[in-house]
Structure formats: structure tokens, C-alpha cells
């Protein structure tokens, strides 16, 4: 089921008519997502991913703006009627059901034409609990299962009313790393076999990236872009996307632009056809930089850390906007640390340059 989300906003008005302002949670929201895909709704604590998808599920009514499901406008339709199954981050199972029971729930709740048999309603549940991998657990109550068991149940019981638009809003931040991992690929591969369109809400970028056909990312209620995770990763389009996806996060400098050549403090880095000259901040990618003892880059040596197959270089450089600067290159290079300085060259395509006022990517020709 395609969801075309058309003008999308929300406004919130000021709780105190005097002095509060009125928030706009979600501002001219447009998407069409695609068919039977996963899209990960990404971005900063307060941004709108929530309201997003209560919008999309009925709970909220949009202030501007409609929703398709299809070629259906449901912008009016209750969420009993939209064909929605829902996720949220607090389970909210009924602790006092069985996970039987609480799987069957939705289904008892039918009405006219929709109304199931019993026999029809278990075979429903009992696949739904399949697909999760909870069949062997139908017995037990709530209270007798792992946090990741009872996230389990819960996407059990939003799948078994067989919904046109799956919805899960931070499904995974109540669980452990380990949980929330395995949990995460879980999602997937659900998804994957039910080929139901789904949202999936985070905030945290690393899990967006990794499930996710395509990532939507979020500042302050406006979308700042929407592509294929590595396309995103890859082409930000401006310094606060850059920022967001990444671990360790890009390096930020102070920096300029003059005579086509970008500057890092003294230290010409890069060449930037066709750029005017102009005061910019420039990102670099951890695994932008190169050892080079002819390197354009002077930083100030830190520390070295090991990680396997790759190290992690600290170094630091005045104009960098944070303290330390971290750089990932393969473990087969050595790295002195008697020295105080190193010197690196870049890899150009890892090197985005942002306009220092509105933090816009500046484009240049990459030879
Ligand atoms: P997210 O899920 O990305 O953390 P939300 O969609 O929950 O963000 O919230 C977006 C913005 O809307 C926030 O500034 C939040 O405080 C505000 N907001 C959310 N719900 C309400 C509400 N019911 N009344 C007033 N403001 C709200
Ligand atoms: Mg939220």
C-alpha cells in the first residue's frame, strides 16, 4: 500500500493564550512512499516523528494537509477504519491476558462483515505469533516475558488484523543493545516477508540506516531530506544532516574558501572549482582522512586507538569545531606516537563544504 502524505502539518495551539507560542510539530510534510517499503523517520527528540505518524494512524488530525493510503483519502477516516497497526515504544500489553489473549484482542473487536470466527481468529493469532516467533510463549502472561519478548507480542498483535500500513514509533527503546538489535533485524525481516509498507520512528540514526529502504530525516517539524540511507550518508544537504547520521560523527571545521582553493587555518586542503570566495564550515568524514606524511592537514597527535581491523587517530586542530578530531584508517598503517603532529590528505568525496550562514552544502566539481 502506497501512503502519499500530501501538505502534512500540525500545529499545536499555545497552551497559555498570553505568552505561549503556538508549535508547529510538523510543517508541509510531502512524501510518497513507496509500496511494501521500510522508511525510517529520523531525527532529534521534538522534531515531529511522533505526531507524523499519529497523523498517518488517525489519532491526530492533521491542521493542513491530507493523507492517501492509495488512491483513498483517509485525512477523515477514524484509525479503526485506516487499516493501521500500531507500535509503540511502552508496550502496552494487558498484563491480567495471556499473550493469546492479547494477540486475539483486535480481532474480537471486529464488527459486521469483518466479525471472524473463533477458529479463524486463532489461525490469525497463532500465524501472527508465528512470525514473530512467539508461538511456543501463547500461554504465558506478560509479567512471565523478556522486554524483548513482550516488544514481540506487540508487533504480533499489530500484524494480526493484517494492516495495509505498519507503524512503529521507537519499538526498540525500551530493550538492551544486544535486544535491540536482534530485535531491529527481526523487524526487517517481518516486514520483508509480509511486504507490508511500514514506518519505523527512531531517533537513533544508526538503526534507521540499517533497516530502513529509505530514511526521512527531521529538524523543528520540517523534513530536511528523504533518500536511500547511504545516498543520505553520502550527499547530505546540509551540515545538520551531515551532523546526524554517523558514528563516530563527521568532523567539523571552521574554514574558507579563496582563490578556488578551500583553507583549514594556513593549510590549503582541497581544490573547489568554481566556489566563490567565502567563509565556510567544512565536514570531513572520519574515513576521509588519509596518513600522508606530504598531507595537506596539520593536527596536533592525541591518541591512537585499536580497534581490530581499523584505528581511530585523535588528533586536534584549532579550527576544529569540536575538541578532538577523529579519523578511521586501516590498522595495517602505523602510526607514530612519539610525534606531536600528524598530517593527513583528504579523500574529496568525503569532504563536504556548508554555506557559514544558512549551513546549505556547497556544491564543487569532484574530478
Ligand atoms: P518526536 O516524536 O520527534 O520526539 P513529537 O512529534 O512528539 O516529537 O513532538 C513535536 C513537537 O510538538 C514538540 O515540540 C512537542 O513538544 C510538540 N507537541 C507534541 N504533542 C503535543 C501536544 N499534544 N500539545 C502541544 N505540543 C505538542
Ligand atoms: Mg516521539
Known sequence: MKVVLQ?????FPSRNKKSGEEVVAVNDFNFEIPDGKLIGLLGPSGCGKSTTLYMISGLQKPTNGKIFFGDDDVTELPTEARGVGLVFQNYALYPHMSVKQNI??????????????????????????KLVQIDDLMERKPSELSGGQQQRVAIARALVKMPRVLLLDEPLSNLDARLRLQTREEIRRIQKETGITTIFVTHDQEEAMSISDMIVVMKLGVVQQIGAPQDVYDNPVNLFVAKFLGTPP???????VAGEKLYIGEDAVLSVPGVADQEVYIGIRPEG???NENGQLHCKLKNVEVMGRDVSIVSSNDASL???IRSIINADNKVDLSKEDITFSLKVHKVFIFNKENEERIYFEVN
Not at 7 to 11: E, F, M, S, W
Not at 250 to 256: A, D, M, W
Open 7 to 11: 501538505n502534512l502539518t500540525k500545529i
Open 104 to 129: 486475539l484482542f483486535p480481532l474480537q473487536n471486529l464488527k459486521g462483515k469483518d466479525k471472524m470466527t473463533k477458529e479463524e481468529m486463532l489461525e490469525r493469532a497463532v500465524s501472527a505469533a
Open 250 to 256: 563527521i568532523n567539523v571545521f571552521e574554514g574558507r
Open 289 to 291: 582522512f588519509e596518513l
Open 322 to 324: 569540536n575538541s578532538i
